[in-house]
């Protein structure tokens, strides 16, 4: 026999268990090799072992050379071991493939009258998986999206939430394991972007009018936009409705049911169709007799185990309850197949699928077939007959005309040239289009009429052709037929027909077939094998002269191979056949090539993967073996009966059922959905079907179903542990008699295996756990780890329901489970992080540290709801994973120099992630941080203020006050380092209040002190540079003493965050302290600004003093007024009282120019302003005061009037408050400068030329 394997659709993994069991053979067993096989057989071993028998009297002669007899012998033996062995695979693999042929006999059987199961309505959805190719699309397609090349509009805070989802999940080494596994579906990854985003929104600020609810809705269609890649389909998608779920698992129809099967159990296409014959499928009658003959079987197996007492070794219960199990089972089976109506005869799947658009799977071969009409089936054939010459025309005149005529049946006819009897050659061709694959085509010789009274040319002879697209195509001549009395009796005429082929013809000729359903008589016919479509091709039989086939047949589905000839049957040299379920058509030929031709043209029409192969020679012998223990011979179907007749009360349907469960998961693991170890609702009704026909115990059912979850599951593939846990508890509760169908009757097999499980499912969920976070990566699949701590309960109990499981021991072995989950994770993390072991770089210690946080929180968010009944569990597991770390972080801390401070942003890290976990807040790990900080902190706050002490000195002996910011270089470092000292222990947020209260009441006394000394040395470095400006008009605010100012003020502005300590925790002495400097910058600042304006005022004074040598009744007045009256005859003089005035209002604008410029504090720029006016105001008051007896001079009055008008308009400008602009000093200057300028005018006319104190837009500026 051939090696099955050898067959291009040879599908499915053989079963080791299968190879290792005995073959029985006289009960119907699995023995299915003919007697010419095993002749076969025996002859091989006969020509392996001849050379031996042959060799033995030559050694016994040649003793001498034993050495070299020894090796040619041990030669020999190694080329028939390494032969045995091939033998013994070829004949094991034959075996285990009869196995799964028997196995699916049985399957057929219960698809096609299925009385005990139905397949579930409530139809579940299935994810799609993501492949290792989609996975990078996904991360090119977010990739893409941060990076702009997008139309998707996003705000900064989703953007965020893409760049954490990306680094965190989609570029992670356990997302790439979970998807190498199978497990991982688009769900999967749409879920856990939808926890961290909900995660990132709560923590958003409320917005008026719009609802996290809705923002969450919003970035989940982003995300959905983004992962779907197509924008456009994903709106119309979206605008449209949503499309029903092409992912739901869909009720199977019988041909799907069959179809899945075959490709479980490595069945052939022919191997099929063939059983589904033998087995009569079709006929519903014969599959109930069919039960009827087994349910017969099973009772009188269960008779002859009570009458001969020969039962199992049971654990619990006796051999009468145990019978008694079995009759009722069968009584069962009995009642349901009662309750079947006779008329229909078991459940019909009448649900048909319709195509998918997302691809076609094995599922889409449920579909209606289109049946062809011969309407359907057209062909066109084209012409061409050439006519070349006559010969033996002899009864006409050497000079008369003759001519021939050509017609093809039922179309026109054509006519050749004249030629004369003496030459009748033409060489002429005509051209005709038919659709008759057997066209008749009819050939005429003429002669013209010479009569007078002739109405038609006279027929010399006729020929009538049948040609067909496969005849000759050259010219040869034919004898045509003459006239009755005609001489020309060897009258020929030569002549070719040529018929080509129509592209859809694909093969043509004459054939015997006889079929079922067509061709249900044997005879002779013309065949044409016709496309009707890409994937449509129909055997066609056409008659004589018609367009359309007498018979067809849609090849879709058959099996077509070499038979033998079959007995009976009349015609025909070699034989064929085309087979599929139902229906068996044979066909014949007369030459072997021809059948070749034939077997090729079918074979690439059905598309079959079975490649049939021809016989070596036409008389094949009987011990030929065939490629398959079962053939499409129907002289070699003795392997078919065999399956088919084989008693199923005779096999271990246990054995089997284990087989066609293994291979049925596997099958569905390998599926493009992801399933995690769940059957598909099909194969879950075919199973149950399987197991109530064929007596398949529960609990044996469901221990073959925890060996291979466990398979897989130790394979690294992502099985559901709720499968595991109901699998468990049925076998469990089996075990411990509490079975809620009330078996009562344990074997001790089932007992001895469920033991076995309960150990190995024990150490495989003690692996799980301790790999929580690589078996579950990011809780996926929802709700898994906490399946797994359940069933790990179970587990642990002693008895399913009486003997509770107590706390103390579950936390027991979670306790000890997750103390190795910590190593592990550790192990990992420096596994990923590169950390190489005594590294001290502080770079890779913070690194490390921002993995271990990313860890615990990744923990926290998607483990930690699984262990909500044991949160301290998860606590110890936190705090030994940190105790892990402190051996590193200790070793990089010691590393560091004693004066550095760049290790406070690893401890800023961990302890803001520490002081926002409750449970891990002042932990072991937490205290042990604050204990290697605390003496880095108050080194550095010593080093600080020396610093910032030494800094102050020397930077304002260097100072040269130039303008920086807000006040100067010294000032500015000054108050940035203070600030940044108190932000460093703002951001340290110290966990223990008692250090975290004096580190901030000793940083704030510092800035208190570092502030008094700077306002102190710029206050003594201000009056020093009072003292050296002018006291005249040309005296202009110093640049340097507007920076002094700017100093002292942003001091003020500054204290009160630098110096003060936050309510509650100032004591009476720290609030005296923080007054004492409030008051002295504050009187410092009013210092300052006084010595301003009173420098400002004495420029007033020397001018108001110039101003007096004009009073009335003195020499100097009266030499000033001569002087000027004098001069003013030769040369041309100023107006008096212009230049004094005009000086001083240039000296007071430039100077609050000045002022409003350089000074940065608006308060302190009125007060200045204030003070000026208030001064100069009442200086000129107290001036005219001293005069009140005295008249003024015309230019005093000119002066006083110009100055104090422009003045009072400057200030207004600049701010000054009325109440103070309009003050008793201003109306006592105001009134009194009235009085004399009206005086003065009645005495002196126009002596003020124009100067005057009414307000007026002609004054002079």
């Known amino acids: 026999m051939l090696d099955p394997s050898s067959s291009d659709d040879t599908g499915g993994e053989s079963d080791p268990e299968v190879a290792r069991e005995p073959a029985t053979k006289a009960d119907g067993s699995f023995s299915l090799k003919s007697g010419a096989e095993s002749r076969a057989d025996g002859s091989r071993q006969r ?177 959905d936009a983004i992962y779907g890649g197509d924008e456009d389909a994903w709106r119309r998608q979206r605008r449209g409705g949503q499309r029903p779920h092409l992912g739901a698992e869909l009720i199977l129809s019988k041909e799907q049911l069959y179809e899945m099967f075959r490709l479980v159990l490595g069945v052939r296409k022919f191997e099929h169709q063939l059983l589904y014959n033998a087995c009569q499928l079709d006929n519903a009658d014969e599959q109930a007799a069919q039960i009827r003959r087994e349910l017969d079987g099973r009772l009188q197996l269960v008779e002859r185990i009570a009458k001969e007492r020969r039962c199992p070794e049971l654990a619990s219960g006796d051999a009468e309850l145990y019978v008694e199990e079995l009759r009722s089972s069968v009584n069962l089976l009995m009642a349901n197949l009662e309750s079947l109506p006779v008329s229909k005869g078991g459940a019909d799947f009448k649900q048909k699928l319709k195509r998918s658009s997302a691809g076609g799977t094995f599922l889409d071969l449920g579909d209606d077939v289109d049946v062809l009409s011969k309407a359907d089936v057209s062909l066109s054939f084209a012409l061409e007959v050439v006519i070349v010459e006559v010969q033996g025309l002899k009864s006409l005149a050497p000079n008369r005309i003759v001519y021939c005529t050509m017609e093809v049946e039922g179309g026109e006819k054509l006519q ?136 067809l047949m849609q090849l879709e589905g058959y099996t077509v191979d070499y038979c033998r000839p079959q007995p009976g049957l009349q015609g025909g040299a070699v034989f064929f ?175 001895e295996q469920f033991q076995a499980v309960r150990t190995r499912l024990m150490r495989l969920l003690d692996n799980h756990i301790t790999h929580f976070r690589y078996c579950f990566p990011f809780g996926r699949p929802d709700g898994a780890l906490k399946a797994t701590l359940s069933l790990l309960e179970r587990v642990l109990m002693k008895d399913v329901v009486s003997t509770p499981l107590g706390s103390e021991e579950m936390k027991k072995v979670l306790r000890r489970c997750l103390e190795k989950a910590a190593a592990v994770n550790y192990g990992q993390l420096l596994e990923f992080a590169n950390w190489k072991a005594g590294a001290k770089r502080l770079e890779d210690a913070v690194r490390l540290a921002e993995l271990v946080v990313e860890v615990l929180q990744q923990n926290d968010e998607h483990h930690a709801e699984a262990f909500s009944l044991w949160p301290e569990l998860m606590r110890e597991h936190a705090e030994h994973f940190l105790a892990l770390y402190r051996l590193d972080l200790d070793l990089a801390l010691e590393a560091q120099p004693v004066d550095s401070w760049s290790s406070f942003p690893l401890f800023q890290l961990l302890n803001g992630f520490l002081a926002a976990d409750a449970q891990l807040c002042d932990g072991p790990f937490h205290k042990h941080l604050q204990d290697a900080f605390v003496p880095l902190v108050v080194r550095y706050v010593d080093l600080m203020e020396s610093s910032i002490a030494q800094s102050v000195h020397r930077g304002f002996q260097q100072e040269t006050w130039h303008s920086v910011k807000n006040g100067s270089a010294t000032s500015e470092d000054l108050f940035w380092k203070l600030n940044a000292l108190q932000m460093l222990a ?160 240039t000296f007071v604008r430039q100077n609050q120019d000045i002022l409003r410029e350089r000074i940065g504090d608006e308060l302190c720029i009125e007060k200045i302003f204030d003070q000026w006016y208030s001064v100069s105001t009442k200086a000129v008051c107290v001036w005219l005061e001293d005069r009140l007896d005295l008249q003024l001079h015309v230019y005093q009055l000119k002066s006083l009037i110009k100055m104090v008008k422009k003045g009072y308009r400057d200030f207004r400008l600049q701010g000054v408050a009325d109440g103070t602009l309009n003050g008793k000093s201003y109306v006592t200057v105001y009134n009194r400068l009235t009085v004399e300028e009206a005086t003065l005018a009645v005495k002196a006319g126009d002596a003020l030329d124009g100067v005057s104190m009414r307000d007026s837009d002609q004054d002079d500026d």
Not at 418 to 447: I, M, N, Y
Not at 1048 to 1056: E, F, L, N, Q
Request: aromatic letters at 8%.
């Open 47 to 223: 020509q392996h072992t001849a050379p031996l028998k042959q060799g033995q009297p030559a050694a016994a002669a040649a003793a001498g050379d034993g050495h070299s007899a020894h090796q040619n012998l041990r030669g020999g033996s190694t080329g028939e071991e390494e032969e045995r062995r091939e033998r013994e695979r070829v004949q094991r693999e034959e075996e285990e493939h009869k196995v799964q042929l028997q196995i699916y006999v049985f399957v057929l059987r219960c698809i096609a009258y299925p009385f005990n199961a139905k397949q579930p309505t409530d139809m579940a959805r299935r994810q799609q998986k993501v492949h290792k190719q989609q996975l990078q699309a996904a991360r090119e397609r977010f990739q893409a999206f941060l990076n702009g090349e997008t139309q998707i509009a996003a705000d900064e805070a989703f953007c965020n939430a893409v760049r954490s989802y990306c680094e965190g999940f989609l570029k992670s080494e356990r997302v790439c394991r979970m998807v190498q596994s199978g497990s991982c579906s688009a769900n999967d990854f749409r879920e856990v972007f939808k926890k961290n985003i909900e995660r990132r929104v709560r923590s958003l600020p409320e917005m008026d009018g719009l609802s996290k609810e809705t923002v969450l809705s919003s970035w989940l269609a982003k995300y």
């Open 416 to 551: 050749t040239d004249q030629a004369e009897a003496s030459r009748p050659q033409w060489a002429t061709q005509g051209d005709f289009v038919t659709t008759h694959p057997l066209p008749c085509v009819k050939v005429k010789l003429f002669t013209e009429s010479t009569g007078v009274l002739a109405l038609e040319d006279k027929e010399l002879g006729r020929v009538l052709l049948k040609p067909t697209a496969n005849g000759p195509k050259q010219a040869h001549f034919q004898p045509m037929q003459v006239p009755k009395n005609s001489q020309d009796v060897e009258l020929r005429i030569k002549l070719a027909v040529r018929m080509d082929k129509p592209p859809n013809m694909k093969h043509s000729g004459y054939l015997y077939a006889l079929g079922h359903r067509v061709w249900k008589r044997w005879k002779r016919r013309y065949f044409v094998l016709v496309q009707v479509s890409q994937y449509t091709f129909a055997m066609c039989s056409y008659r004589e002269k018609k367009p359309e086939p007498q018979e």
């Open 577 to 751: 056949n085309a087979l599929r379920e139902g229906d068996l058509v044979v066909f014949a030929c007369d030459d072997e090539q021809d059948r070749l031709l034939w077997v090729q043209a079918l074979c690439r029409a059905t598309g079959q993967s079975y490649k049939p192969a021809p016989p070596p020679h036409a008389n094949r012998r009987k011990a030929d073996t065939p490629s398959s223990p079962i053939s499409l011979d129907l002289c070699e179907r003795q392997g078919v009966e065999e399956l088919v007749s084989a008693s199923p009360c005779r096999l271990d349907h246990t054995r089997l059922f284990g087989i066609l469960q293994k291979q049925t998961l596997r099958h569905r693991m390998n599926d493009s959905f992801s399933c995690l170890g769940w059957f598909s609702p099909g194969q879950v009704f075919v199973l149950d079907e399987y197991c109530a026909r064929y007596g398949v115990g529960g609990c044996q059912r469901h221990l073959s179903y925890l060996k291979e979850l466990m398979d897989l599951s130790e394979n690294n593939t992502l099985v559901d542990p709720t499968l595991l846990h109901y699998s468990y508890a049925f076998c469990a509760s089996h075990v411990h008699g509490n079975r809620p169908d009330g078996t009562g009757t344990v074997t001790l097999e089932e007992k």
């Open 986 to 1145: 703002l951001e340290l947020d110290w966990p223990e209040p008692a250090f975290a209260e004096h580190l901030q009441r000793r940083l704030k006394l510092m800035a208190s002190d570092m502030t008094e000394a700077c306002v102190k040395r710029t206050k003594s470095a201000f009056d020093a540079q009072l003292q050296k400006v002018s006291k005249w008009t040309e005296l202009r605010v110093p640049l340097c003493a507007c920076t002094m100012l700017n100093v002292v003020a942003d001091a003020k502005r500054r204290c009160p965050e630098l110096c003060a300590l936050d309510t509650g925790q100032e004591t009476d002495t720290q609030w005296h302290y923080h007054s004492k400097i409030d008051v002295l910058i504050d009187d410092a600042f009013q210092d300052m600004i006084s010595a301003l304006v009173a420098k400002l005022g004495a420029v007033l004074d020397a001018v108001l003093s110039k101003l007096s040598r004009y009073d009335e009744g003195t020499l100097l007045s009266s030499i000033l007024s001569f002087t000027v009256k004098a001069a003013a005859k030769y040369v041309e003089v100023p107006k008096s009282g212009t230049d004094l005035a005009d000086a001083y209002v």
